[in-house]
């Protein structure tokens, strides 16, 4: 997914362009073909607006332990056991 449309929007676009690359979570995902969604990509985001990242995923067994493997570190994480949500603690 290219994402480099965020780096002409407004400063929180470009922060999440820079948090998203810096983590380099969309290639982490590229196997689940992510999009980011929500309020940040249209620009209607608030300040206690969070980032959605939907995936295809046609094996959660396989998607979890990419999840746990990756972000096991972060302060938070959890897997929704219906492959809906993954939420980290990830900071800029």
């Known amino acids: 997914m290219n994402?480099?449309?965020l780096k002409?929007?407004?400063i929180e676009q470009d922060e999440v362009y820079?948090?998203?690359t810096k983590h380099k979570l969309l290639d982490t995902l590229q196997d689940y073909d992510p999009i980011l969604v929500g309020t940040v990509?249209?620009?209607v985001h608030t300040s206690?607006?969070?980032l959605?990242?939907?995936c295809c995923i046609r094996?959660?067994?396989a998607f979890e332990q990419l999840i746990q493997k990756r972000f096991s570190s972060e302060s938070r994480r959890r897997v929704d056991d219906r492959g809906l949500q993954?939420?980290?603690g990830m900071d800029a």
């Open 8 to 10: 002409a929007g407004s």
């Open 86 to 88: 993954v939420y980290t």
């Open 52 to 54: 959605d990242i939907i």
């Open 3 to 5: 994402i480099d449309y």
């Open 18 to 20: 820079h948090l998203l």
């Open 41 to 43: 990509p249209i620009g």
């Open 59 to 61: 094996n959660f067994t």
């Open 48 to 50: 206690s607006s969070d």
